[in-house]
């Protein structure tokens, strides 16, 4: 391993350990959103690193528009529809609504696709709030600015869940480039593990299916090589 990529995995694993095994176990989703889910958030921010965590925990599988600092395609709907440049941003096309707040959005996710209990490590704010600003500060550029990119025709796909620090990684450079994806969230005990297994051949993550040219991945070293790769625009 050179010291670029050590650095890369130990960072991530740090961010990772502020917030232990939080979104990496399933919570109990009692449905299935027949429209997905809308996310409009960046990696490194501390929110929206909660209600990532929301999701990864129910399962659920949103479309997750990527609003890096100086991005262009997706922060200006947030503006027009919410009032204000301010993430998470939460769309859910099912019900109509529309929320900002990280500890709204993860109680209206557990009322309308859970339980309804949310699990402590989401909303006790005095925890959550601090150990998720000490993940972000251990890879305090990484998924905040934008990278000038072409945005292809299709939707990417990674299999993630919100813990793994492999699977950070991966989201960092689709957070950079704005690449619109789905994120197909399977959590340790998630229901949802069985065909993905069947889909890829074995229980590993990040994977990465890029419709638009056929490729299928593991390893967050280099799907974030391919993102950029195909996607980051040269000068």
């Not at 480039?177 to 590993?204: A, I, T, W, Y």
Request: hydrophobic share 35%; with cysteine; aromatic share 14%.
């Amino acid at each position: 391993m050179d010291l670029a990529r050590f650095w890369d995995v130990t960072t991530a694993t740090a961010a990772s350990a502020a917030r232990p095994n939080f979104g990496n176990y399933h919570s109990g989703r009692t449905k299935i959103p027949e429209q997905p889910l809308e996310l409009y958030e960046f990696e490194v921010c501390p929110y929206c690193r909660i209600a990532r965590e929301a999701m990864s925990a129910l399962s659920l599988d949103p479309i997750v528009y990527p609003c890096p600092k100086g991005g262009t395609r997706f922060r200006e709907k947030v503006k027009r529809e919410g009032g204000r440049y301010q993430f998470p941003y939460l769309v859910d096309p099912n019900t109509g609504v529309a929320m900002y707040e990280s500890a709204d959005i993860v109680e209206y996710l557990f009322r309308e696709y859970g339980d309804g209990r949310a699990p402590w490590f989401l909303t006790q704010r005095a925890f959550a709030v601090p150990t998720s600003m000490l993940a972000s500060a251990f890879r305090p550029k990484r998924g905040r600015y934008v990278v000038p990119s072409r945005q292809p025709a299709e939707l990417l796909e990674l299999y993630s869940y919100e813990g793994s620090p492999f699977c950070r990684i991966a989201r960092e450079a689709l957070c950079e480039l704005e690449l619109r994806h789905r994120v197909r969230n399977v959590p340790r005990k998630s229901p949802d593990r069985p065909s993905f297994v069947s889909q890829s051949g074995k229980m590993q993550v990040p994977y990465l299916h890029d419709p638009n040219t056929g490729v299928h991945m593991f390893e967050s070293a280099d799907i974030r090589a391919y993102l950029y790769d195909t996607y980051a625009l040269r000068f």
